[in-house]
DNA sequence: TGTTTATATGAATATCAATCATATCGAGCT
DNA sequence: AGCTCGATATGATTGATATTCATATAAACA
């Protein structure tokens, strides 16, 4: 490779590895694999004649040739963005609609600040977000009152059309104090004899429940709240353990009244969809929806990774 | 191909057939067939979805997405031709980055001078000054956050190379009617029961503090100032006592207003030392920096001599 | 010192870009 | 109209190279 035929690849291969904090991780950004993204980065210094990254620091740093190569990658991206952007309304127009349900009640906590950068890409979108506990949200979009869906679910349904957001992990949440606490990670015996607090949703949307407690057959006794505070709450107050996102406890974490913990030795993790109707998702502010989300969330949110089920 | 797929190729298509007024021009300027030209425009357009030149005009004309990629094109292919001339420089080592951390905030003084007698030899090296107070300099080498350390100390790490600046002697400031400055030298004890004045920095980082009075079991009271005109103006209105290098007092000697006695019958010299990592210590811009820094300091600083320490 | 996790690498494969050969198109001409 | 010429388009083939797979190697952890 000559040093003429650098690409947008490149530079968006950089930024991954080094927003990722490594090969690997950038690797599954980029819907590649390690091998890919090793192989890839080598024919680029060699084109260059210079390293980029520092490969025995860790957490991996940047050689000053890296970081000039990232600050063209900063700089130069964006633009292309922003004129493909441009391209997309020039196609399918600029203005629309999107009635939005959202079926995970932490979600709000991302979805706000994502819509926000949302409108000011696409001021002519009417952007609505549908209130109360639905019981078949990706129904609405068949019968025409939601236009976007998020959710956790990929059943597949003629007409519908899924993307994957992010996986996440459930953390347990208990006080520092907890006896549990002692414990790296927590079993499924762990939780027979503790109340659960959660949302108020039915026991089959809750992953805890319907993925480790049930099959091991522990049905512990349920409390329900409506706010992630007071969820955070009644565990401070020993009123029993909650599960949540791992990037919605973090916050709270920091004052240490309050601990988390693994579910399971690898995690209880969970991933995130978006769900329309097929004939929507081709439409231009649709998909950069979509994109603006991932982007969004992927920047602003703690301890998540590509979704990995296909959807 | 996806929209996301684009390429830099595909603005320098894009560039080179409006410039060159058609398509089988721009191959030629390409170094490639009319027909790859031909192909690879098609795929862009479908890729996009949208007509990027007007077919049946002649001279050939670009439609409204083509003028929009056009504008990216330009915006984007200059930024990364100078980042490309950027890294060619840093290839054959007439360039480079040092991003300097210093300890002692006398140090400026004679350290902006020597940038700038540098920066005439070195005009593609860019230089940076890390701000603020640094707990651990020499830690900032390793994590790659700066390139180059001037420090006190000269604790050996691994990866990390220290080569000697100057010593330099600490003089006790007082006024000239103040008691103690009938005394040719002062001792320890001559401290207590007076403030001392000092830049604001933890007292280990003090050579009087550490290295007399610690040792002496005198604590003094301290206060800070920022700037060294405000620990002169402060000790000249007999708030107490400092003590600075001697070069940085020479100039406000002679006005008389102040006055500067050793620090024991010796002196109290101290040392100041360049670390940088072993991997960049080699590099002739690196090299060249110590030596200048140097050179500069023996020709304008008074009273400094060559470090005896070793490394 | 084993065990896990991250990165590197050679060979095989898959993907995509460039070429060759040829078709189509449009403007100017008689 | 029919013809010609220069430019562009297109299908099939070749060539290049990005990606994967299967490992090896290296670093971190306990």
Known sequence: MN?????????RLLQAVTEAGGLTAAAERLHLTQSAVSHQLKALEDALGLQLIERATRPLGLTA????????????LPQVD????????????DAGELRIAVECHTCYDWLMPAM?????VWP????????????????LLLDGRADLVITSE???????????LFGFE????????????????????????HTLITYPVPEDRLDLIRRVLAPAGIKPARREAQLTVAILQLVASRRGLAALPAWAVAPYLERGYIAARRIGKHGLWAELHV???EADAARAYVADFIETVKRDSFARLPGIRPAIIAP
């Open 170 to 193: 459930m953390l347990a949440l208990l006080t520092p104090d907890h006896p549990l606490a002692a414990k790296k990670w927590l079993l499924p015996a762990d939780f027979a004899g």
């Open 82 to 93: 922003s004129a493909l952007r441009d391209l997309a309304k020039l196609k399918d127009g």
């Open 275 to 277: 769900a329309v109707r």
């Open 65 to 76: 040739a890296g970081r000039r190569l990232l600050t063209l990658a900063h700089a130069a």
């Open 154 to 164: 990929t059943v597949p349904r003629a007409g519908i059309a899924y993307a994957p």
């Open 116 to 120: 926000d950068s949302y409108r000011d």
């Open 3 to 11: 040093i003429n035929h650098i690409e947008l690849r490149h530079l």
């Open 124 to 139: 002519g979108v009417e952007l609505d977000l549908l209130g109360g506990f639905q019981a078949d949200p990706v129904g």
